[in-house]
């Protein structure tokens, strides 16, 4: 199994069973898919929703039987990816864009819900500090930011225990070595992630205040934010 020369490219070949490959590569991935509608304010009820690198869909699809009457975007750079949501959500209000975060128009006051489902670890720290202004401008006043993603800094101290973690997890649903290999490649190549502290600081810093609920599994991360 070889990595493709450019994410889109990759995530094209990981829709064909993508859901089954994060389950048993993602450590928590179902209890932090399924944190996007837990925990959510009082009488939350929003009207617009943006799913950022949806995937196939999966954190939509958790958001759909509490939201069912809303509006969602969802972006991703994948092409196949966003064919399958458009099957899986044919019957609901979803608008499916092709396109990097970088490219996307966010524009301004426009959502109550953004969601980043383990898709914010393929943006470096300079790119995420930029998105985290986007979002926030996006985000109507009260509007709530949640995110799960692996939230730990590669030159840390950590980073080598959590492999050696992350590692057991994999051959224990994968006995042989190439779904690993293949995972550290990718991961190489395309994954940077960073430290909760930092990311935390970065919202903050671009207006955030109030963070509603924060789950941290050694370093597999799910949090919500609220714009004031």
């Known amino acids: 199994m070889k ?3 450019n994410i889109a490219s990759e995530f094209n070949e990981f829709s064909k069973d993508y859901t089954n490959d994060m389950v048993k590569c993602v450590p928590y991935y179902i209890a932090l898919i399924s944190s996007f509608a837990k925990n959510l304010p009082p ?3 929003p009207l617009t929703i943006l799913d950022l690198g949806c995937g196939n869909g999966n954190v939509t699809a958790q958001l759909l ?4 009457k809303s509006e969602y975007t969802l972006v991703d750079a994948s092409d196949e990816m966003l064919n399958l949501c458009k099957s899986r959500f044919k019957d609901f209000n979803i608008n499916c864009v092709t396109s990097y975060f970088k490219d996307f128009e966010f524009g301004k006051n426009r959502y109550d819900f953004i969601v980043a489902g383990f898709s914010l670890h393929h943006c470096n720290s300079e790119e995420k500090k930029e998105l985290f202004k986007k979002i926030y401008a996006a985000l109507k006043p009260n509007g709530l930011f949640s995110c799960s993603d692996l939230m730990i800094d590669k030159k840390s101290t950590e980073h080598a225990v959590l492999l050696e973690q992350w590692k057991g997890f994999v051959l224990s649903n994968y006995p042989t ?3 690993w290999e293949w995972l550290m490649e990718h991961y190489s190549e395309f994954d940077k992630p960073d430290s909760f502290p930092n990311q935390k600081k970065w919202l903050e810093q671009v207006g ?3 963070f509603n609920s924060i789950i941290n599994e050694t370093y597999w991360v799910h949090f919500q934010v609220i714009k004031s």
Not at 65 to 68: I, K, L, M, R, T
């Open 43 to 45: 009488d939350f009820q």
């Open 3 to 5: 990595i493709s020369d």
């Open 65 to 68: 039987p509490s939201f069912h």
């Open 208 to 210: 955030f205040s109030s």
């Open 177 to 179: 070595q190439e779904k």
